[in-house]
T-cell receptor
Framework: EAGVAQSPRYKIIEKRQSVAFWCNPI?????LYWYQQILGQGPKLLIQFQNNGVVDDSQLPKDRFSAERLKGVDSTLKIQPAKLEDSAVYLC?????????????FGPGTRLTVL | RKEVEQDPGPFNVPEGATVAFNCTYS??????FFWYRQDCRKEPKLLMSVYSSGNEDGRFTAQLNRASQYISLLIRDSKLSDSATYLC???????????FGGGTRLMVKP
């Protein structure tokens, strides 16, 4: 079974530029999450989707971050404009629908460096 | 105060040693708990769930104390391959939203 796919794996941009990350969850997984992991810290949830609807985006800095999952499958996360403190690994995760437990399967992440 | 707190370590132990990690959580509404493992520059992966009665998976034992809002992970007979960061995780709703601690780094030396 293919895992969660993310691209690009690495991205270097200058502050005030824009950047977008892409995620394709495991096939059949209705719930998709985006996390931000700053070096030395645990992942922090940014947004959770159930199919194409947002379940929780309370920790998403909406002045600069946006995310969508238009067809309920793959998703994009955008930062516009980027700040130095956005340097982090952006992880996408997915889970099976229903009560199958709480295991979240993570993709390899996109490592963003903002200069 | 962070919702899930862990000692960042690092814990440096010799092969074969027993090591224990602790974690505290502040949200008394937390219902489910987990340990995830994260290798250097890799994604987190589920190590084990934590049940109120305590549970064991091979060399790993997890325990939960709801009264003290405390979770532990015990690793017996440490292997070099156990070197990683261990993330304590709490979930407080049915929406499967996870709150991660900052992680405890373990380094097992030969």
């Amino acid at each position: 079974e293919a895992g969660v796919a993310q691209s690009p794996r690495y991205k270097i941009i200058e502050k005030r530029q824009s950047v977008a990350f892409w995620c394709n969850p495991i096939s059949g997984h209705a719930t998709l999450y985006w996390y931000q992991q700053i070096l030395g810290q645990g992942p922090k949830l940014l947004i959770q989707f159930q199919n194409n609807g947002v379940v929780d985006d309370s920790q998403l800095p909406k002045d600069r971050f946006s995310a969508e999952r238009l067809k309920g499958v793959d998703s994009t996360l955008k930062i516009q404009p980027a700040k130095l403190e956005d340097s982090a690994v952006y992880l996408c995760a997915s889970t099976q629908p229903g009560g199958g437990g709480h295991e979240q399967f993570f993709g390899p992440g996109t490592r963003l460096t903002v200069l | 105060r962070k919702e899930v707190e862990q000692d960042p370590g690092p814990f440096n132990v010799p092969e074969g040693a027993t090591v224990a990690f602790n974690c505290t959580y502040s949200n008394s509404a937390s219902q489910s708990f987990f340990w995830y493992r994260q290798d250097c520059r890799k994604e987190p992966k589920l190590l084990m769930s934590v049940y109120s009665s305590g549970n064991e998976d091979g060399r790993f034992t997890a325990q939960l104390n709801r009264a003290s809002q405390y979770i532990s992970l015990l690793i017996r007979d440490s292997k070099l391959s156990d070197s990683a960061t261990y993330l304590c995780v709490a979930s407080h709703n049915a929406g499967n939203m996870l709150t991660f601690g900052g992680g405890t780094r373990l380094m097992v030396k030969p």
